[in-house]
């Protein structure tokens, strides 16, 4: 009798351990779970992913140009020296005096280039953004005394499709390193049109965090971004340089 209480005690020890483990093991793999969430809005911005070049006595520079064609298109040329551009594929180590560029349009990024024009098809209607910016073989950015190597430049649209009306808008201005009003935060709903205009006594990046949108900012120049607003949460805008929080965009 005394053996079959024992056996039935360790069948139920066994049990409970088991039990425990799995338990502790799911608890671990939700906590994964929502840490890979967190981070997945944590975009992939890296503020250090530069090469600087500054020791060079020549360094790349770029300069870039546009056309507006009839129907919603711009034509983009660049001008790139003391570089010799290489295609993004296949893939290659970074070799000195080589890159490709890296075109944005509305703060987003389109397209990785090793030609010196390019045609964005589809504007709407009104004043749009464009930056190219100088990157190494292996995507990090040329950068001088601490300044990304790039070029920018805004043009009014007048043909095109008419773009959407905003759901939600805001005017960001930044003074002395102070944003005036305090830091905002606009709430918005998944799905809905965001436009965010910021103005910067000095030059700078706006970067809005998750979305991977960029704003390249001239010293007392109005930018505008317009986007929907599709990924849920809570999230910084900044500016890149100065590093500190300007704006807070909340989606749900």
Request: charged content about 20%; aromatic content about 4%; some cysteine.
């Amino acid at each position: 009798m005394i053996e079959i209480v024992k056996k039935v005690l360790l069948a139920l020890t066994v049990v409970l351990l088991i039990s425990c483990g799995s338990s502790s093991s799911e608890n671990n793999s939700q906590a994964d779970m929502s840490m890979e969430h967190e981070d997945s809005h944590e975009g992939g911005h890296d503020h250090g992913n530069s090469l600087d070049v500054s020791q060079l006595a020549n360094p790349p520079i770029v300069t870039m140009s546009g056309t507006p064609g009839e129907t919603g298109e711009v034509v983009l040329n660049f001008s790139i020296e003391n570089l010799e551009l290489i295609p993004v594929n296949p893939p290659s180590e970074h070799e000195a005096g080589q890159g490709h560029l890296h075109l944005h349009v509305d703060g987003v990024s389109v397209a990785m280039l090793d030609e010196t024009s390019y045609t964005v098809n589809d504007l709407t209607q009104g004043l749009h953004s464009f930056r190219v910016t100088v990157s190494t073989n292996d995507h990090r950015e040329y950068s001088v005394n601490g300044e990304i190597v790039s070029d920018s430049i805004s043009l009014e649209i007048e043909d095109g499709e008419e773009a959407l009306t905003a759901d939600n808008q805001i005017v960001i201005e930044v003074k002395n390193e102070t944003v005036t009003g305090g830091i905002q935060r606009m709430a918005v709903e998944v799905g809905d049109q965001v436009r965010v205009t910021v103005v910067s006594d000095v030059e700078d990046m706006f970067h809005l965090h998750a979305y991977d949108l960029e704003l390249s900012l001239k010293a007392g120049q109005p930018e505008t971004l317009q986007f929907q607003a599709n990924i849920p949460g809570v999230f910084e805008g900044e500016l890149h340089e100065a590093g500190y929080q300007i704006f807070a965009l909340e989606v749900s």
